[in-house]
């Protein structure tokens, strides 16, 4: 699979604002970029009714673009502004990764103040808001729908890390983030966007950090972030797709909160096959399913290196290459390195330093968790910056 570059070639609206610096950036930008009064119409001005979502980044709309597609209109809040010629930059960059796996970007608009992003829309929404919903929605996955779905996220995310040059961190996987069409087959979404965010900006806030579930311990503590750490998260989606549990759920009883706790106490135990999603109603091969647990526990090893790659991981789930099991320890529980406590509800709470020692407050126990560290009292603080390891 490759990526295909110049796929849109220049497509510049003529009535897009003549402002320098616009212009500038427009230079050599090959996707196509919308006038805010297009995007306003096909949105139907933003209308509430049409808002399909909202996230760290901003607000999502639907919307009916004027040649008939149907698109996800994703308006970055004001503080996710950056100049033009560097939104301009990444959104080129984002567009031209292309990927049955991954959410296609069919442009944006950047005027004045605005930046918007519009993608293809896909019709049945995200793993959170279905799989992992809690039973407010009406699609059915059987297993074989969510083998198909943990072998596209992989394939996607391998894509990202192993074919892009330069590689791609997507640094947010989680369930709001995959998507799915009409077939359910998922669809990445959001890759690229971490680069949008501004400089002064780049502090792990909630809103790039997604849910501590799902966050490498070397990622949420020294702010390493690598591959290795979508590998990580990668894993832990992998163990909610089997269990049809989200990451954290605090009205379980103490020990089965976790799931990566609960799923290792089982592994240990020989009775991984507890962990399956029980609404399958036994519809499901349990060797496999099992085997898709340890490939997760794999992936959520505390030792960054001891976790395989993407494409390794495509090619256990697909069974061209046997688990390893001689290689799974316990995994990197962020528990076991923090006080886990429950606070503050359906607050969010960014981060912009990070406390050598901290609680974790969650907003809820949904897969939209945003859950923040916050500083525990007599916390001194050390800053908490992303830090770029090519090496893993
Ligand atoms: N291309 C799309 N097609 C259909 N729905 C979408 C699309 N993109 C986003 N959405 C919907 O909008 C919601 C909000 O998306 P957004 O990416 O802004 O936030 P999030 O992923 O939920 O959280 P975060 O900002 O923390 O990543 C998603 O959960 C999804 O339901
Ligand atoms: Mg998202």
Redesign the pocket.
């Known amino acids: 699979m490759t990526c295909f570059p110049f796929l849109f070639g220049k497509k510049v609206s003529s009535d897009v604002r003549r402002d320098p610096e616009i212009d500038e950036g427009l230079s050599g930008i090959r996707i196509k970029v919308y006038t805010y009064k297009q995007l306003k119409i096909a949105s139907d001005n933003f209308s509430p009714a049409n808002k399909?979502?909202?996230?760290?980044?901003?607000?999502?709309f639907?919307g009916v673009l004027k040649d008939g597609k149907v698109a996800?209109i994703?308006v970055l809040s004001t503080e996710s502004k950056q100049g033009v010629k560097e939104f301009l930059t990444e959104i080129n960059v984002i567009s031209e990764i292309q990927h049955e796996n991954l959410?296609i970007l069919y442009g944006c608009c950047v005027e004045g103040d605005h930046r918007i992003l519009v993608?293809?829309?896909?019709?049945n929404?995200?793993l959170?808001?279905t799989l992992l919903a809690g039973g407010h929605s009406n699609l059915y996955f059987d297993w074989q729908t969510r083998c198909r779905i943990c072998i596209g996220v992989a394939r996607g995310l391998a894509f990202l890390h192993e074919e892009v040059q330069p590689h791609i961190v997507h640094r947010?996987i989680?369930a709001?983030?995959i998507?799915l069409d009409k077939d359910l087959t998922p669809?990445i979404?959001?890759f690229g966007l971490a680069k949008l965010i501004p400089s002064y900006m780049s502090h792990v806030s909630?809103?790039v950090a997604?849910t501590i579930g799902y966050l490498a311990p070397e990622y949420a503590i020294r702010g390493q972030l690598t591959r290795k750490a979508d590998i990580y998260s990668f894993g832990v989606l992998l163990v909610e797709i089997v269990s049809g549990r989200t990451n954290t759920n605090t009205r379980l009883p103490m020990g089965d909160q976790y799931i990566l706790e609960r799923t290792w106490e089982l592994y240990e135990r020989k009775e991984l096959v507890q962990l399956v999603d029980i609404s399958l109603n036994g519809g499901f091969n349990a060797e496999e399913a099992c085997k898709y647990l340890k490939i997760a526990l794999l992936c959520t090893q505390d030792t960054p290196k001891h976790r395989p790659t993407m494409s390794s991981v495509v090619k256990m789930l697909t069974a061209e290459m046997d688990v390893n099991e001689s290689k799974i320890t316990k995994p990197g529980l962020i528990s076991d390195v923090m006080d886990l406590k429950i606070r503050e509800p359906k607050k969010k709470i960014g981060l912009e330093t990070f406390p050598s020692s901290y609680n974790a407050s969650s907003s809820s126990d949904s897969q939209?968790t945003?859950i923040s560290l916050a500083a525990s009292s007599a916390a001194t603080t050390s800053t908490f910056t992303l830090k770029h390891d090519q090496s893993m």
């Open positions: 399909i979502g909202e996230g760290g980044f901003g607000s999502v639907k996800a994703k959410v993608y293809n829309y896909l019709e929404n995200s959170a808001q947010d989680k709001s983030n998507l669809k979404s959001d909630t809103r997604g939209g945003t």
